[in-house]
């Protein structure tokens, strides 16, 4: 409680420093001004140099792929065909809300559509993609206790989706989902389904419609149910002791595809009730390793290759073992996971964790480092957060017939939280880099490391080396923190990354 309280009076201070907003305008995240003690930008301006495209499955109940939930498709890959930022003169604008706009979507007009989670609550808002300014916006229901806030918990807003009709459909801290639509003049509620009877008071982590457009849900307590006609719902329970801490993922095959804190589950309707197809346990390792929102995998599946595919496409996560974790890769058809695919170990002993989804890219998987994160809070008189430790890796694997290896590594990028995402049409990785104060870009000589700002780089990673091609600043401040949220591509090839401030824009001008 004592740390929310302080991050409370933190971005109310930042609040303080500019004037209100006006009819819904953008006001910017004000930024440290020891940003002038740094390059804004390092590296150089890169041509596109595509990778090929990947065709993934469109869920007809969800908004086209690349714009309807926060891993940017059904089968959560993380990556986007389309173009984006490439260095050329980029320019960086913010929203303040003084919440993580963590989950970005995009509706058919190209605008943003996203859910703001604070301390005390969340809002769903309709944002201009070029000003930032609110178009409208829509308050969900307020935290019952806010003592429960937690910066690693992403229940109640944190993943929703955009639906067929530009809808978003939203988990809510009450046990409700919820469907809001924009009519033109406002959003409104058009559907609301309550599920608190089973989630019993804990959190709706996430929520995602499969094939036929029945809708499932997992709760944090390990709750695993959809609902059936006239707002019924059918729901079963994990074994005791496993919780749910990400979103899951759907294919076209009616699989239903979640990683709890011990197993990696396949699930169908059967019979109108969710049924259990298939449970693979993993190595959960032995703690909550610094980083992690709980023991266990940190990822959301993801799903390579359509379902008609050999053993039915495969599903990867990483696992939490010890010394060192591992990606792994598994058949995810109904036949069941088989003999594992690849069981790659990745970053150094004892000092690796990942809390987000792998990457999809042609021939492999991407996982970043995480290892160190402990919350935006600073622990030590600087105004920085803690460290973490560097790296982001590329696993090739033989999807057809078993077998990974490491491509390539990168050892001194540190994406601190944030979902990474590959622009394939760009050739680049995008991340959210947080150097150590002796790695920061300085103008002149470097500053002692007590007086280094908090300061956060949008950074691009050649996809196919991991070589680090340019970074620009973001901004400097706990307000640029973007706590587990990811990058996201607008339909324009313009990205934006939630932070703790509100939602921040990198765009090329050239």
């Known amino acids: ?78 990556a986007y065909n389309q173009a984006g930022p490439l260095g050329r003169g980029l320019s960086v604008t913010s929203t303040l809300f003084l919440e993580d706009c963590g989950s970005v979507t995009f509706d058919r007009a190209g605008r943003i559509v996203t859910v703001c989670v604070g301390i005390t609550g969340a809002t769903l808002r309709l944002i201009d993609p070029r000003s930032l300014a609110t178009i409208a916006s829509y308050d969900l229901p307020s935290r019952p206790d806010v003592t429960g806030f937690s910066f690693q918990n992403f229940s109640g807003g944190g993943y929703f989706y955009l639906d067929n009709h530009d809808d978003a459909v939203v988990p809510t801290f009450t046990g409700h989902l919820v469907t809001i639509r924009d009519t033109g003049a406002s959003l409104v509620k ?213 077998g990974c290896h490491i491509a390539w590594q990168n050892r001194t990028v540190r994406f601190p939280s944030v979902v990474a995402k590959a622009s394939l049409g760009s050739g680049l990785l995008y991340g959210y880099a947080h150097p150590s104060a002796s790695e920061l870009p300085w103008t002149l000589a470097p500053v002692p490391g007590v007086l280094a700002p908090e300061s956060w780089f949008f950074t691009a990673l050649d996809l196919r080396t991991g070589r680090q091609v340019w970074s620009r600043l973001a901004g400097t401040n706990l307000g640029f923190n973007n706590n587990y949220a990811p990058v996201s591509l607008g339909p324009d090839g313009v990205a934006y990354v939630g932070t703790l401030g509100g939602l921040v824009r990198i765009a090329d001008t050239d």
Not at 335 to 363: H, I, M, T
Request: hydrophobic share 40%.
């Open 1 to 78: 409680m004592r740390r929310a309280a302080l991050a409370v009076l933190t971005l109310a201070l930042l609040g303080l420093l500019l004037p209100p907003a006006l009819a819904g305008g953008a006001i910017p995240i004000p930024s440290d001004p020891r940003d002038l003690l740094l390059k804004p930008f390092s590296g150089g301006a890169v041509t596109a140099h595509p990778l090929p495209r990947q065709h993934i499955p469109q869920n007809p109940f969800m908004a086209a792929n690349s714009r309807s939930n926060i891993h940017d498709d059904a089968y959560q890959s993380d």
């Open 190 to 402: 058009v559907r609301d389904v309550d599920v608190s009877k089973v989630a019993r008071g804990s959190g709706i982590q996430s929520a995602l419609p499969d094939w036929t457009g029945r809708l499932w849900f997992v709760t944090v307590s390990g709750k695993v149910g959809f609902v059936i006609r006239r707002g019924a719902v059918r729901s079963m329970s994990l074994p005791a002791g496993e919780t749910i801490a990400n979103s899951f993922a759907m294919d076209e095959s009616g699989g239903v595809f979640i990683v709890s804190t011990h197993a990696l589950y396949r699930f169908d309707a059967v019979s109108g009730r969710p049924h259990e197809t298939w449970r693979r346990h993993y190595d959960f390792g032995s703690r909550i390793k610094p980083g992690q929102v709980s023991q266990g995998s940190g990822t959301t599946p993801t799903l390579i290759g359509s379902a008609a595919s050999r053993g039915g496409g495969s599903i990867a996560i990483t696992d939490n073992a010890d010394p060192r974790m591992r990606v792994l890769v598994f058949r995810r058809g109904k036949a069941g996971p088989g003999p594992a695919l690849c069981r790659q170990p990745v970053f150094a002993a004892g000092l690796g964790s990942d809390e987000n989804s792998l990457v999809s890219v042609p021939g492999g998987l991407i996982a970043e480092n995480n290892y160190g994160y402990a919350g935006p809070i600073p622990k030590d008189v600087t105004t920085r957060s803690p460290d973490t430790q560097p790296g982001v890796v590329k696993v090739a694997v033989n999807y057809r017939t078993g």
